[in-house]
C-alpha cells in the first residue's frame, strides 16, 4: 500500500466514526413529542384525554413545559402522524400507553437504535474492568406454559408503567434545575421482555 492509500483509509474511517457518534447522538436525544407525551403519561392520574388548550393540565401548557420555541399545534401534527393520539374537539385524546410509533415508522427504528446502543455499551464497559458500573440485570425464568408467559408480561408492562412513571416525576424538576450545567450528561432507563420456545422445543400447529 502507498502512504495516500494509508492516508486516505484513515480518513475514511475517521470520517465514519464521527458520523457513527453523531447518529448515537441523535438516536440518544428524545423527540419533543417524545418528550411532551411521556410528561402526560406521568401526569397525576395520567388521563387518557386533555384540553387542546388552556390552563395546565392542557395539551398546551404540557407543550409549554417542554419548549417555548415550538408551536404546541406542530407538536399536536406530529403525534397525530405517529398515529398516537386523535382531536376529539376540544380535546386531545392518547391513542398508545407509551411512545410506541408504527414499526414502519423511522422513529420506531430510530428508538430500538437508540436503546439497543445505549444498552451495548452500558454492558461493553461493564466488561471493560473500568471503575463505575451501569444497571444491567435481567430476570429469567423457564418451563412455563403460553398462559403463564401472557401473566409475566402484563406483570411486565404494570411495573414499567410505575417506574417510568416515578423516573419522570423525578426527572422533570431535574432537568429543570440543571438547564445551565456546563458539561450536560444524558440518562437512559430500559426495560425489556422477551419469550421463545425453548431449545429443542417448537410452537404447537395452530
Known amino acids: 500500500l502507498h502512504r495516500k492509500d494509508v492516508r486516505a483509509a484513515r480518513e475514511r474511517a475517521a470520517e ?3 458520523g457513527l457518534d453523531e ?14 407525551l411521556t410528561r402526560w403519561f406521568a401526569l397525576p392520574g395520567s388521563p387518557e384525554q386533555l384540553a387542546l388548550a388552556g390552563p395546565a393540565p392542557s395539551f398546551e401548557a404540557l407543550c409549554r413545559s417542554v419548549s417555548s420555541d415550538v408551536r404546541p399545534r406542530v407538536i399536536l401534527q406530529e403525534l397525530e402522524r405517529l398515529g398516537l393520539v386523535c382531536i376529539d374537539d376540544p380535546w386531545v385524546r392518547r391513542l398508545r400507553e407509551a411512545f410506541t410509533p408504527d414499526h414502519s415508522q423511522v422513529e420506531a427504528r430510530e428508538l430500538f437504535a437508540g436503546a439497543a446502543s445505549d444498552h451495548l455499551q452500558a454492558g461493553v464497559h461493564n466488561l471493560s474492568g473500568e471503575p ?3 444497571l444491567d ?30 423516573v419522570v416525576e423525578t426527572a422533570v424538576p431535574l432537568c429543570e434545575a440543571d438547564k445551565e450545567v456546563a458539561h450536560p450528561r444524558r440518562f437512559r432507563l430500559g426495560l425489556y421482555s422477551f419469550h421463545a420456545p425453548e431449545a429443542g422445543t417448537s410452537e404447537p400447529d395452530q
Open 132 to 134: 463505575g458500573s451501569f
Open 23 to 36: 447518529d448515537r447522538a441523535q438516536w440518544g436525544r428524545p423527540s419533543l413529542a417524545s418528550q411532551v
Open 137 to 166: 440485570q435481567s430476570v429469567f425464568a423457564d418451563g412455563l406454559s403460553a398462559e403463564s408467559v401472557a401473566e409475566l408480561n402484563r406483570l411486565a408492562n404494570t411495573l414499567w408503567t410505575l417506574v417510568r412513571d416515578r
Open 16 to 18: 465514519a466514526a464521527q
